[in-house]
C-alpha cells in the first residue's frame, strides 16, 4: 500500500546518523571522539534529579494539564520575565515534551500550505524538515563570514520577501554556527518582522549557554512579544536533554493552540519530570553554574587546539556548545576539496574524531566558497578533547 505524499517531505536531523556511524566504527574495536552530536554527558543537577524522584514517590505517574502544570508554568513565567523583560504568566506557556515540538507546532498554527518561511541557514534541519512537512516553502536566509565570526545577510535577507512571506525564524545563539546577533542585528530584525508583518519564532534554546555578557532577546523590543513564540529547552542549561522538557512561550491565542495540539499529540507532557524542572527553576544554582563552569573549560581547549591545527580557523563563540572552525585549507590540503562526506570518513577512520560538517545544516548556497564542520564539545571530556584534537593535529599536519 502506498505511503502518504507528505511524508517525502520529511526530513530529520542528520547528526544522528554521523552517531550511528561512529557507533559502528566503535563497535569495531576503534576509539571514537564525539564531537558530532549536542547531547551532554554532564549529569543532571542532584536536586532536580531528587525532586523528579519524590514527585514520582509521591504519586505524580498520572496524566497532568495539557499545558503543563500551574506550579512550573508560572515558575517559567516568572524566570523568563526576569531575563527578558517581559510580562508573560502561566497562561502564555505550554509545557512541551522537549523544545522541538515547539518548531513543528508553530508552524502548523500560523502557517498556511504555500506560505513562505525564511529560516536560517546554516542551521538546525529540524525547521525546513517541518516547513516542507507542513505544505510550507522554506526560505533559506545566510550569514557572512570574517575572522570574527558569522554575521547576519542583511541584504540578502531583504531579497528574499514576497508577498507570501509569513513566517521568520531567528536561533540566536546558534546552533550550528555559535553565533549571536549584534545589536544591530537584532534591531534590524524586529523592525524588518514589523514592516513586513511576520510571525517570529525565536529558537532560544541556549540563551542561558553563554561565558561572557548578557544574552538578549527580540521579545525585549516594544511590538514583537505579541507575535513572536520562543522556544525554550531545559535541555541545555539543566543537562536534561534526555528528559524531553520544553516549553512554547508567547502569545496566549498562539499558546491555547498549541496546547490543543499537545491533547491530540501527547496528551501531556511527562508529569513527574515538570517538577524536576520545577525545581531546576526555583532551587539551587550551583548546578547550572558548575555546568556552565564546565562547557567554557572544554571550549577554551577545543579551540586552542583547533586554532593550533594547520589549515584550521575557528572562532570563539560567547554562547552555545558549538565550533564551526573553517577547514577550506586542509580539506584541500587532504584531496576532499569539496568532498564533505570523504573528509569527514578519513578524519574518523584515521583520528577517531567524530564530527559534523557544513552539509549537515542545510546545502550550501551556490556562492559558498568556504567549507566547514562542526564540532560539539558538550558529550566530550576534557581529556578526550585534548587527545581526539591532538591526534586530528597530527593527521592535519601529516
Known amino acids: 500500500m502506498p505511503i502518504a505524499q507528505r511524508i517525502s517531505r520529511l526530513g530529520t536531523e542528520t547528526a544522528f546518523a554521523v552517531a550511528a556511524r561512529a557507533t559502528a566504527h566503535k563497535a569495531q574495536g576503534h576509539e571514537v571522539f564525539p564531537f558530532h552530536l549536542g547531547d551532554m554527558n554532564i549529569p543532571t543537577p ?36 526576569s531575563s527578558r523583560k517581559t510580562n508573560y504568566t502561566l497562561e502564555n506557556i505550554a509545557i512541551q515534551p522537549g523544545g522541538k515540538p515547539v518548531i513543528g507546532k508553530f508552524i502548523m498554527t500560523c502557517m498556511n500550505p504555500g506560505d513562505e518561511v525564511l529560516y536560517p541557514n546554516p542551521g538546525y534541519p529540524i525547521y525546513e524538515s517541518q516547513i516542507e512537512f507542513h505544505g510550507g516553502r522554506a526560505v533559506p536566509y545566510r550569514y557572512g563570514y570574517d575572522h570574527q565570526g558569522f554575521h547576519l545577510d542583511l541584504d540578502y535577507l531583504e531579497s528574499l520577501v514576497t508577498p507570501r512571506t509569513k513566517i521568520f525564524i531567528l536561533n540566536d545563539l546558534q546552533n550550528p554556527l555559535g553565533a549571536q546577533c549584534t545589536t544591530q542585528e537584532r534591531e534590524y530584525v524586529a523592525e524588518f518582522v514589523l514592516r513586513h508583518d511576520l510571525y517570529l519564532l525565536l529558537d532560544e534554546a541556549y540563551f542561558d549557554i553563554r561565558y561572557s555578557g548578557q544574552s538578549q532577546s527580540l521579545v525585549s523590543i516594544p511590538g514583537l512579544a505579541e507575535r513572536s513564540v520562543i522556544l525554550y529547552t531545559f535541555s541545555k542549561k539543566f543537562a536534561m536533554t534526555g528528559w524531553r522538557l520544553g516549553a512554547a512561550i508567547g502569545p496566549q491565542n498562539i499558546i491555547d493552540i498549541t496546547s490543543r495540539l499537545n491533547v ?85 577512520v584515521k583520528t577517531g574524531v567524530s564530527l559534523c560538517t557544513r552539509l549537515h545544516f542545510g546545502c550550501p548556497q551556490p556562492d559558498e566558497v568556504r567549507s566547514y564542520i562542526r564540532l560539539a564539545y558538550s558529550g566530550i571530556t576534557t581529556q578526550d578533547i585534548k587527545k581526539g584534537l591532538s591526534a586530528f593535529q597530527a593527521y592535519a599536519q601529516s
Open 46 to 81: 542532584a536536586n532536580i534529579m531528587d525532586a523528579a524522584c519524590q514527585a514520582m514517590r509521591s504519586g505524580k505517574t498520572g496524566y497532568c494539564p495539557s499545558a503543563g502544570i500551574p506550579e512550573l508554568r508560572a515558575a517559567l513565567a516568572q524566570d523568563v520575565n
Open 264 to 348: 491530540n499529540d501527547e496528551s501531556c507532557s511527562n508529569h513527574f519530570i515538570q517538577y524536576g524542572a520545577l525545581e531546576g527553576l526555583t532551587g539551587d544554582q550551583s548546578g547550572p553554574k558548575q555546568i556552565l563552569a564546565t562547557l567554557k573549560t572544554r571550549r577554551d581547549m577545543a579551540v586552542e587546539l583547533l586554532n593550533a591545527t594547520s589549515g584550521v580557523h575557528c572562532p570563539c563563540p560567547e554562547a552555545t556548545f558549538y565550533l564551526f572552525p573553517e577547514v577550506t585549507k586542509l580539506m584541500r590540503n587532504k584531496g576532499f576539496a569539496g568532498d564533505y562526506a570523504g573528509f569527514a570518513e578519513d578524519v574518523l
